[in-house]
T-cell receptor, first 116, second 113 residues
Framework: GAVVSQHPSRVICKSGTSVKIECRSLDFQATTMFWYRQFPKKSLMLMATSNEGSKATYEQGVEKDKFLINHASLTLSTLTVTSAHPEDSSFYIC????????????FGEGSRLTVL | LAKTTQPISMDSYEGQEVNITCSHNNIATNDYITWYQQFPSQGPRFIIQGYKTKVTNEVASLFIPADRKSSTLSLPRVSLSDTAVYYCLVGDGVSGGYNKLIFGAGTRLAVHP
């Protein structure tokens, strides 16, 4: 099946710094990618829809200035957590829809962010 | 977006068949039903997808009744490695090449020796 890759898989940073997470579709072009966050033993929460060449669409309650999303190419979307704080520590997961399929999403491996 | 309801948890034993039922009473005409599996600290993995009747692949079967208000994921002869969280999602078909899916709580399946 199609492959979506995230990097880094784990990152630890100090409070106040910014962290960038990359999401790549390795063998297909994804005009749209999705970003989720997941807390321990909880379900995935959709944060935003990333559209290639345009602004991301954020879900209600998600701070646009805190979570910057850029989808500069058909194979790469990035999530930047700006001025990270300990409460931003979470598991971030991206996904991309394989074009032409009836909605099958392929997910990245996830990126675990720990803010000290 | 159609909301889904699943049992919070299930227990089974190795070699048994496991059936997880999902309710989606407000499913729309264009919605497909998709099931994902997630292991701790990993992204969800696609299991199976269907629109109506029965779908079978190498790992599972998906049964969808005529009214499509529910669906049942069937895992034949589970093993310990099938211990995971299973999510049922519904979403509309191809629309601009993407499908926005909202995750419910999922079903935490524990397979015991």
């Amino acid at each position: 099946g199609a492959v979506v890759s995230q990097h880094p898989s784990r990152v630890i940073c100090k409070s106040g710094t910014s962290v960038k997470i990359e999401c790549r579709s390795l063998d297909f072009q994804a005009t749209t990618m999705f970003w989720y966050r997941q807390f321990p033993k909880k379900s995935l929460m959709l944060m935003a829809t990333s559209n290639e060449g345009s602004k991301a669409t954020y879900e209600q309650g998600v701070e646009k200035d805190k979570f910057l999303i850029n989808h500069a190419s058909l194979t790469l979307s990035t999530l930047t957590v700006t001025s990270a704080h300990p409460e931003d520590s979470s598991f971030y997961i991206c996904s991309a829809s394989y074009p032409g399929g009836p909605g099958e999403l392929f997910f990245g491996e996830g990126s675990r962010l720990t803010v000290l | 977006l159609a909301k889904t309801t699943q049992p919070i948890s299930m227990d089974s034993y190795e070699g048994q068949e496991v059936n997880i039922t999902c309710s989606h009473n407000n499913i729309a005409t264009n919605d497909y039903i998709t099931w994902y599996q997630q292991f701790p600290s990993q992204g969800p993995r696609f299991i199976i997808q269907g629109y109506k009747t029965k779908v079978t692949n190498e790992v599972a079967s998906l049964f969808i009744p005529a009214d499509r208000k529910s669906s049942t994921l069937s895992l034949p002869r589970v093993s310990l490695s099938d211990t995971a969280v299973y999510y049922c999602l519904v979403g509309d078909g191809v629309s601009g090449g993407y499908n926005k899916l909202i995750f419910g709580a999922g079903t935490r399946l524990a397979v015991h020796p």
